[in-house]
């Protein structure tokens, strides 16, 4: 691994639930501007890997740096301004129930910028326009499809404009079509603004799609990491199996 | 309230004590209780089951991943919220209670309104209902804390919800009871003149 400060790096992370040890000494870097695909079966600590990342959980040992910052360091003024660098988009969007899409979005902006009204309406209509629900912003999320949703999800990830974007599994439970406009969605956000991301994914077609490098977890190891033709030339068979596209 | 004291007060020949009873009891301890106990259940199940429901649904999660403070945004306002909302409804739960007992002797006695109001408040002094409408404030910090406690913390997914909205009822009215034991006490100590 490159000891040089890459975006996100991973340094013998452990992490447990109880008897459960769900990441072993897991050990990354991701380089500005690239996109990693986390891979793996259910339940071997993918999600987990996000949630470290964004500290809502700690790891048991090993540190997790974003950029220069050792987030597992920080206190949570320090841990604030991290965060601030990354938008997450969650597996069920995670959005507010009880505020329209609008508010959802205006949220961050008027707690943590000096943006005016009309700077935050701006800002808005450019993200949801970017995501297609311009038309959308007066709805409640119960009102929104499964696939608008997401989209909203990754509106509010991006409306702080992050540089480092965490997706957990953006395209579960939608059909091909509108997977692949997330995954459009994503590819238009790596090529205008640069953005790091890390993507949660059981869709290798997506995955292929948008990811530069793979990381291949099973049982809480890293079993495999690297371009797609070094995880198909991997001696381990779950990694090989994983990006399969048979 | 009236209908159970009519019947006693009047063998002894006190039917004109029954607005002061009224007021007193209502005042002083009905009052304060009840309108505790029916926000520790109306309002505590609230805030726990939904809190509980963002923590299931990653909803708190995903506040702290914008770079807000979950407990200040989420917590703070409900607890706050609470403290002064239950003596206002407190206040109108007592008035609500001596307008009822004003019907139920107007029935009976055809008593007038301006007269009742007037028995009812001759023996009251301020002090008799500042101190037991201002402990209602302790009743709601305990509803807010307690259910904001099992709703925020919980981590039992959707099963998580029906236990954080029960245990937020069921803790909330305990500790209620019990603070509202030894305030009367500290109410009797600060105040030696509102002992009836």
């Known amino acids: 691994m490159s000891t040089e400060a890459g975006a996100v790096t991973f340094q013998h992370v452990f992490k447990a639930f109880g008897p459960k040890q769900v990441l072993r000494d897991v050990s990354f870097q991701v380089q500005p501007g690239e996109t990693l695909c986390i891979l793996g079966r259910s339940g071997t600590g993918k999600s987990v890997t996000l949630k470290l990342l964004m500290a809502l959980l700690k790891p048991d040992q090993g540190s997790i740096r974003v950029e220069q910052d050792d987030i597992t360091c920080l206190n949570e003024k320090g841990l604030s301004k991290v965060r601030r660098k990354m938008g997450f988009l969650f597996q069920d969007a995670a959005l507010f129930d009880s505020l329209t899409l609008y508010e959802n979005l205006a949220l961050p902006l008027r707690r943590l910028t000096e943006k005016t009204e009309e700077e935050i309406n701006f800002a808005i209509d450019k993200v949801l326009g970017n995501v297609g629900l311009g038309g959308d912003k007066e709805k409640m999320p119960a009102a929104l499809s499964g696939g608008m949703r997401k989209r909203a999800g990754l509106a509010r990830a991006l409306v702080l404009e992050p540089k480092i974007l965490l997706a957990d599994e953006p395209s579960s439970g939608l059909d091909r079509i509108t997977a692949s406009e997330i995954d459009e969605l994503l590819l238009r956000q790596k090529a205008e603004y640069g953005t790091t991301i890390l993507v949660v994914t059981h869709d290798i077609h997506g995955a292929r799609r948008v990811g530069d490098r793979f990381a291949v977890f099973d049982k809480g190891d890293l079993v495999a990491f690297g371009e797609v033709g070094e995880i198909e030339r991997s001696e381990n068979e779950t990694a090989r199996r994983l990006v399969s596209e048979e | ?196």
């Open chain 2, 1 to 196: 309230m009236t209908l159970h004291t009519r019947s006693t007060l009047v063998t002894f020949g006190a039917a004109a004590m029954i607005p002061t009873v009224q007021a007193l009891a209502f005042f002083v301890e009905i009052g304060p209780l009840v309108a505790g106990l029916l926000m520790a259940g109306r309002v505590g199940s609230g805030i726990g089951a939904v809190l509980a429901n963002m923590r299931a649904t990653e909803q708190i999660d995903g506040i702290e991943s914008l770079s807000i403070d979950s407990f200040k945004f989420l917590v703070v306002p409900r607890v706050v919220a609470a403290v002064v909302a239950l003596p206002l409804l407190t206040l109108f739960m007592d008035f609500a209670g001596l307008l009822g007992g004003f019907l139920s002797e107007f029935t009976s006695s055809k008593i007038s309104f301006a007269l009742y109001i007037r028995r009812a408040f001759e023996n009251l002094e301020l002090a008799n209902f500042v101190a037991p409408t201002a402990k209602t404030a302790v009743f709601g910090f305990i509803i807010g804390t307690v259910s904001a406690y099992f709703g925020y913390t919980t981590n039992r997914g959707s099963e998580g919800v029906g236990y954080a909205a029960t245990s937020s009822v069921v803790v909330s009215s305990l500790l209620i009871i019990l603070a509202d034991v030894f305030l009367v006490k500290f109410i009797f100590f600060v105040f030696p003149e509102t002992a009836l």
